[in-house]
């Protein structure tokens, strides 16, 4: 890590380079210390759903303190204490006789006393890992318990780091957290550890659900840490086979020779079976894909005799001796790699690697897919899809780099013929109430939904962690009489461009993101949700205005922006990057000529027409910018960094991880300039750890600026600034 301010420091790392062989992207400045002799109540709390996890794995790096004679957590997943402390790390009191400063975890029901006895001021890294009711614990890379517990349960989806209760049994130091829904396996578990230099659990094949690596990363806002979870949340589509959810191509992809179909699959026990089918054509008992079992995935191809019908398996138990290590497994996402050569050949790949042991399967007829989510019209898929790509050519030279190590990559220089992402690049229809999944390919076959809706666009985490989210906290708002007044008006213009991305979970009234506190400001007086979910403008003479037609008002996350430009006297919608509405000649006098500002974010005059729901990165322009770049704002559904954008904005509030709590009110940076805003009955607890394309950031509780140290596993002498802010670095240096 180079030089770098997080608020409200400088951290400079020492240049010492890491061993040979291991990671050296990692934190230098990784870790909280906590003087347990000073302060006790130390830890950081997220929540995330942990009610579908049945199958877990959990690394951290530990450091405890024997000045502190009690036990000590390094985490609890669930409520502390009794039933709901159902997945637990910690280690015995130093008074506990033959038991004293051993490693322990819990399940809720029962301790379970591990045989490895911790020392003094010593990294630890420790894997806990839970499949069915078998417990396993790692220390420094090898196997060190195996017992029998409970079975997973998560009463609460709370998730505590280096605590228990009410401040109290808090480690000496903790570092590099990580949360899988899968058990990590040995090799992963030694390539995590790293012989005592952490390697980032983004570079596993499958990415962990919540990564805190709990240093560099983190920011202190006045009052609390900010704990980004390193993991980037993406979009998918979730198909209801009993629903007919399916997609329709506009023409058939179709090869007499060879071809390379590939695309990702979140697996459950719903997507295996007979009658479960990915992809397929819309009428007759053609082509398909079909999961039949976990070790057995079809293909048939021109299908007209059951000779036709190329099943591809993993033999499980002699004599064929195949280990069955490639089979379908539930719960996670997964690549599939569909190939035929030249020769006629097809062979399926999972994970980058051959699925089953068969060889010589050949056919010359030709395939033909015209329907994703389904087979026959009838016959559906349970389960996620994103990234369908295809090519009428053998790639088998290029199935590493299509996989990615796990995480769907860009594929544009392989020249896919056609490539549905089937993420938050499809766009919704409200009117038709159908989806369009445009092509990124070269083929031109755009998508449509059938019997689909909004919800079917669901957030999933696709191996995409390999990319942080820029945003990682938002301002959720009551709706009373919380909101932001900006130092003064935005510059005045007579074209201008307003952005915001929001989670309305839904409108009571006219709900302002923008307004000025009289009947002032132009067009710009207030814009507003309306009671339907849809964008409004009010120009204080002829009343409320559409300037979208869709309803965003369902608590997912959406980017909105309206541009005006006085020569042609356009007033747009956007919605998720798309023009929504045009309105010409807006009626407000004086439009032409007059300047159009705004002094408030989540209401208008006194205050009225409070906003509710989340709010975050609202930016300013001062002229109406084009389709394309509003695309750009937009970001594939993720904010971005607008301190470099162009053209460049006049105005920018992230309202997230860089405001300031004082003490008594929030400070709302403006990133651009220095028109800042100040919080009105916003509170402390009113920040919090989501935003669009991220979730489950963690926010610390009483954890002070100078708990943060310079020392992390095989890292140490890190410096941290004091009392230098961010423009204390200049470029000046020695000549």
């Excluded at 591990?114 to 009711?133: K, R």
């Excluded at 339907?532 to 965003?552: F, M, V």
Aim: hydrophobic content about 35%; glycine content about 10%; some cysteine.
């Amino acid at each position: 890590m180079a030089t770098r301010f997080f608020n409200p420091s400088w951290r400079m790392p020492t240049d010492t380079a890491s061993p040979s062989g291991t990671s050296n992207n990692q934190s230098k400045v990784s870790n909280f210390g906590f003087d347990l002799n000073v302060v006790t109540s130390k830890d950081f709390i997220s929540t995330y759903d942990l009610s579908p996890v049945t199958t877990c794995s959990v690394s951290c790096w530990v450091k405890f303190n024997f000045t502190a004679t009690s036990y000590q957590y390094v985490y609890i997943l669930g409520a502390a204490g009794g039933a709901g402390e159902a997945f637990t790390l910690g280690k015995y009191p130093t008074t506990s006789g033959a038991s004293a400063n051993k490693f322990y975890t819990y399940d809720g029901n029962s301790a379970h006393l591990s045989t490895t006895v911790a020392a003094d001021l010593t990294w630890y890294h420790t894997v806990v890992t839970q499949t069915g009711t078998t417990r396993k614990l790692y220390i420094d890379g090898s196997l060190v318990d195996t017992w029998t517990v409970d079975a997973l349960a998560f009463a609460t989806n709370q998730i505590t780091i280096a605590n228990y209760t009410n401040g109290l049994y808090t480690p000496d130091s903790v570092s590099q957290f990580a949360l899988f829904d899968y058990e990590l396996d040995s090799d992963e578990v030694v390539f995590l550890y790293g012989s005592g230099t952490p390697a980032t659990p983004l570079g596993l094949d499958s990415n962990p659900i919540i990564y805190y690596p709990l240093g560099d990363q983190s920011a202190f806002n006045g009052t609390n840490f900010l704990v980004p979870n390193s993991v980037l949340q993406d979009y998918a589509f979730d198909f209801v086979g009993t629903s007919d959810d399916q997609i329709d191509l506009s023409s058939a992809i179709s090869s007499a020779g060879e071809f390379t179909l590939s695309f990702w699959a979140y697996v459950t026990s719903a997507s295996i079976g007979a009658l479960s089918f990915p992809m397929g054509v819309d009428s007759g008992a053609t082509d398909m894909v079909n999961f039949d079992q976990a070790g057995v995935i079809v293909v048939r191809i021109g299908y007209s005799s059951a000779a036709d019908n190329h099943s591809f398996l993993e033999y499980l138990a002699p004599p064929n001796g195949h280990s069955g290590a490639n089979n379908l497994v539930n719960d996670v996402w997964q690549q599939i790699i569909i190939i035929r050569d030249s020769s006629d050949d097809v062979r399926v790949w999972r994970n980058g690697v051959a699925y089953g042991i068969e060889t010589g399967l050949n056919s010359s007829k030709t395939f033909t897919i015209d329907q994703l989510g389904c087979f026959n019209n009838t016959l559906g898929w349970t389960g996620m899809l994103s990234n369908i790509a295809w090519w009428t050519s053998d790639q088998t030279a290029n199935i590493a780099t299509i996989y990615n190590n796990g995480t769907p990559g860009d594929l544009t220089s392989l020249s896919p013929n056609s490539w549905w992402k089937l993420s938050t690049t499809s766009t919704w229809d409200q009117t038709a109430g159908e989806w369009t999944f445009p092509d990124a390919g070269s083929g031109s076959i755009t998508g449509t939904s059938d019997n689909m809706g909004f919800d079917n666009l669901t957030p999933s985490v696709i191996g995409s962690g390999v990319t942080e989210a820029f945003q990682k906290y938002s301002f959720i708002l009551d709706g009373v009489d919380q909101y932001t007044s900006l130092t003064s008006n935005t510059s005045t213009s007579t074209s201008f461009t307003v952005g915001f991305w929001t989670n309305c979970p839904g409108v009571d009234g006219y709900d302002t993101i923008v307004g000025s506190p009289s009947n002032t400001g132009g067009l710009l007086y207030a814009l507003c949700m309306g009671t339907t979910g849809n964008l409004l403008y009010n120009d204080t003479t002829s009343g409320w205005t559409s300037l979208t037609d869709i309803a965003i008002d369902d608590g997912l996350w959406h980017f909105l922006a309206v541009t005006y430009d006085s020569s042609s006297t356009d007033y747009k919608g956007y919605v998720d990057g798309s023009l929504s509405l045009t309105v010409n000649g807006p009626l407000w006098a004086g439009r032409e000529t007059n300047a159009h500002s705004f002094t408030m974010i989540g209401a208008r005059a006194a205050g009225s027409g409070p906003f509710t729901g989340t709010l975050s990165n609202v930016s300013y322009f001062n002229s109406a910018l084009s389709a394309a770049n509003i695309t750009a704002l937009y970001n594939s559904g993720k904010p971005g960094d607008l301190s470099s954008f162009s053209p460049a904005p006049v105005a920018w509030w992230r309202l997230g991880e860089n405001s300031y709590w004082s003490g008594s009110a929030w400070t709302m940076l403006d990133e651009i300039g220095t028109n800042h805003g100040t919080g009105t009955n916003i509170d402390v607890e009113d920040l919090e750890g989501e935003a669009p394309l991220s979730f489950a950031n963690a926010i610390s509780d009483t954890v002070a600026d100078v708990d943060l140290v310079g020392t992390a596993p095989n890292s140490t002498s890190n410096a941290l600034s004091v009392n230098m802010n961010v423009t204390a670095r200049v470029t000046d240096v020695p000549s």
